[in-house]
T-cell receptor, first 114, second 115 residues
Framework: AQKVTQAQTEISVVEKEDVTLDCVYETRDTTYYLFWYKQPPSGELVFLIRRNSFDEQNEISGRYSWNFQKSTSSFNFTITASQVVDSAVYFCALSRGAGNQFYFGTGTSLTVIP | KAGVTQTPRYLIKTRGQQVTLSCSPISGHRSVSWYQQTPGQGLQFLFEYFSETQRNKGNFPGRFSGRQFSNSRSEMNVSTLELGDSALYLC??????????????FGEGSRLTVL
């Protein structure tokens, strides 16, 4: 069975602080794909990143960085120098690769306080 | 480039009624997926259509059904509505890919309230 756990339900940080959002996944597949999506208050989910199970290289995109560790089945997301515009609900998701069936975590609501 | 369009955006129904939601994907996208989002259960996969065929199906009762037309537009139908069907229904489209699941582009959703 596939499962994604985001243990942090809500996080509040003060602007300019760094924050890490945790994501732990479960799957028996050797090939799988991991994603992060952002859902701002406006409601529309926005794609942030995709990683496949064979690529454990960490990625940095501006203030965003992702740490993928197969040994701990984790795919954590760090925002450096957070900004108010980062306030949103962030979802981690897993796909087995057979089509576009995604298993989403329950999301982490991030509030950045000015 | 136009995004994913869902209609209607809001609707109110009563128990026992049925509802049809519509989704127009991004031009060129042949995969359309549907998700139910609720505060308690989060985002749950309903089904995916690709080239008018259901490719994947989630664990929802048979009251939930869908279809896709030749122009890739999709509809989902919920019959005999229950209070628990109140949710935000999200449609997502994606390009077909041979290298695994692609980026999903989501619509703004259809918010269904069942009274």
């Amino acid at each position: 069975a596939q499962k994604v756990t985001q243990a942090q339900t809500e996080i509040s940080v003060v602007e300019k602080e760094d924050v890490t959002l945790d994501c732990v996944y479960e799957t028996r597949d050797t090939t799988y794909y991991l994603f992060w999506y952002k859902q701002p208050p406006s409601g529309e989910l926005v794609f942030l990143i995709r990683r496949n199970s064979f690529d454990e290289q960490n990625e940095i995109s501006g203030r965003y960085s992702w740490n993928f560790q197969k040994s701990t089945s984790s795919f954590n997301f760090t925002i450096t120098a957070s900004q108010v515009v980062d306030s949103a609900v962030y979802f981690c998701a897993l796909s087995r690769g057979a089509g576009n069936q995604f298993y989403f975590g329950t999301g982490t609501s991030l509030t950045v306080i000015p | 480039k136009a995004g994913v369009t869902q209609t209607p955006r809001y609707l109110i129904k009563t128990r026992g009624q049925q509802v049809t939601l519509s989704c127009s994907p991004i031009s060129g996208h042949r995969s359309v997926s549907w998700y139910q989002q609720t505060p308690g259960q989060g985002l749950q996969f309903l089904f995916e259509y690709f080239s008018e065929t259901q490719r994947n199906k989630g664990n929802f009762p048979g009251r939930f059904s869908g279809r896709q037309f030749s122009n890739s537009r999709s509809e989902m139908n919920v019959s005999t509505l229950e209070l628990g069907d109140s949710a935000l229904y999200l449609c997502a489209s994606s390009l077909a890919s041979t290298s695994g699941p692609g980026e999903l582009f989501f619509g703004e959703g259809s918010r269904l309230t069942v009274l």
